[in-house]
């Protein structure tokens, strides 16, 4: 197996990119191999800073890169001997079996869309993310891919999420539930309402509509919702987090008693840190392209990076695509 | 001033609607008195447990109630002699200054807009939250009142908040953001980035857009959205706070020692609760009805309820429609 990596792609690149590759060496068995798509000399210096066997990694070399702020079509038609394009072609060609990046979302997303093409049957690819809950984890989507996303992708969506919670999490039969401002049938905007009847229709799973505080509890598997939506949800709840353990870090040095207490329960917090690090799954796949492309979170560090190459051997090795594309043509 | 309360609505209503009422007796000033709407008898057997002087309250007697299930158009069409009903229609006659109930959000918000009207050139009243964050508070709305708003809708949202956000937050300039999937300008759906133009015309406090990361980082005062969004975002918020807190939670108690640690640092997790708990604001504004109706958090317990009573005196006293009547006028 052959993993393309963008290496130019994300706010810690190429520092962290290549250290996660490294890093990878010891987790993804002998036999999968690297490419890293940028710029040589940059990618060597990184190199040359650890001491290990480089003789899994091959270098494609290219200067230009899509940055953070570059429009969605930045790849497509301006800057098409950048990192991101140039590994999405390798893809394409056959030169690799999946693709890691950490860079511009937009830019990367339209590029495997266009370049690699759709799998049979899906209209519009979609963003899943696995999210750790205090029972286990979910899957949301679309989590950032689409937005104004119609009823008719809402219900593809489902239908993608729920074989992608079987493949990732291994559950037999994940309950998908479609995200609303109330668990209520009736509850809704329009298009919830009119995606809500085609999934009562379409999809054997569904559970119904699931609210926010639905989503931490057990209740739900697969969170459908459209990707303007789940990108506000998810950045929020990213916010909070952090807000909170900020918070508390705060009233916490101010008392040295509180400090020794700290040091005490310390492990209670290693635990949940672990638990809901996003960086332990690392990467979302892109669902609906014909091709694995995980998609990295932009300010990834080498520990998220290195995660996300594990998702795209993981799903590379469990053939998700055709596990995807049996599953949509069953429920055509 | 007299504050209607609908004694019936709410998860935990009568019981912690009354005691709520009792302990806001303390800290009210003597001069407001309080109607209790609801079954008279129910309402007795709560006041009864209690040993104050009950001259501050008047009882409105009605046994019809709108349960949380009861469809938007239940306090109109259906139940017309339901707490939430009567107590509306006393702040119409002008019996009441305000209004507060932890009923069912639907329709107590259809009841308000229909039988007190809309503040003059509001098209569509909104309902204003106000959440805590590390560096303070600030507002978001619309957190439920309405789905599938318009950019003109949007527009008035952003110049009523930045209004309330002077009066409750005692902000001189407000920075007001558009709650969007990236703060870069081209960011959003089509709402949004029609919406971005309009704020950007019309609104002299408008900082650009916002993500969810930017929320609790002191960098806006106001958020603007649909209240389909605001709604989901506020509750997948509360959902992952509380499943933070609870995965701590049974992290210490695995162990001995994280118990005394956690005795030790409790302080410090105290000022955290204090700090973010949504309770000590108790009731949202419903923004742009021609009367002052506040909205309780359904789950609300006596403590969340009393200060729901508290922004209903402050807001009248305030003068708070006479302000926002004034700021529209202005912005037109």
Redesign the interface.
């Known amino acids: 197996m052959i993993i393309a990596l963008d290496a130019m792609g994300g706010d810690n690149a190429p520092q962290d990119i290549i250290s996660g590759a490294i890093q990878a060496l010891e987790e993804i068995p002998a036999d999968v191999t690297f490419k890293l798509v940028g710029d040589e000399s940059l990618i060597n210096l990184e190199l040359n800073k650890h001491n290990v066997d480089l003789e899994r990694f091959s270098i494609i070399h290219t200067t230009e890169v899509v940055t953070m ?1 570059d ?1 969605p079509t930045a790849a497509i038609r301006g800057k098409k001997n950048s990192s991101i394009a140039i590994a999405v072609d390798m893809v394409k060609k056959g030169e690799a079996d999946a693709l890691v990046s950490a860079g511009n979302t937009g830019a990367s997303v339209a590029c495997c869309i266009l370049k690699l093409g759709r799998l049979p049957g899906i209209s519009r690819p979609a963003i899943a993310t696995v999210i750790p ?2 029972h286990g984890k979910f899957v949301l989507l679309d989590s ?1 891919a689409n ?2 996303s119609k009823p008719e992708m809402l219900n593809q969506f489902s239908i993608m999420g729920e074989i992608y919670a079987k493949v990732i999490l291994e559950l037999d039969s994940p309950r998908v539930g479609l ?4 668990s ?1 049938d ?1 509850k ?3 298009v ?1 309402k009119a995606t809500f009847k085609l999934l009562k229709e379409n999809n054997y799973n569904f559970i119904g509509n699931v ?7 057990d209740k739900v598997d697969v969170v459908v ?5 789940g ?14 353990s ?3 870090k ?3 040095k ?2 040295q ?13 290693d ?2 840190r672990e ?2 690090d996003s960086r332990a799954t690392g990467g979302a796949l892109l669902l609906g392209v014909n091709g694995i492309f995980i998609k990295a979170h932009g300010s990834s560090d080498a520990y998220a990076l290195k995660n996300a190459l594990k998702v795209a051997y993981e799903l590379t090795l469990k053939e998700i695509n055709k596990k995807l594309i049996a599953g949509i043509e069953q429920e055509a």
Chains 1, 2 share one sequence.
């Open positions: 702020d429009p809950a205090p950032g937005v104004d995200f609303s401002n109330g209520e009736g809704g905007n329009e919830t609210e926010g505080t639905d989503l931490f509890k919702c459209d990707g303007f939506i990108n506000l949800v998810l950045k929020s709840c990213e916010g909070i987090a952090k807000g909170i900020g918070m508390l705060e009233n916490i101010k008392k008693v509180r400090k020794v207490g700290y040091a005490l329960s310390k492990g209670a917090f635990e949940l638990k809901t």
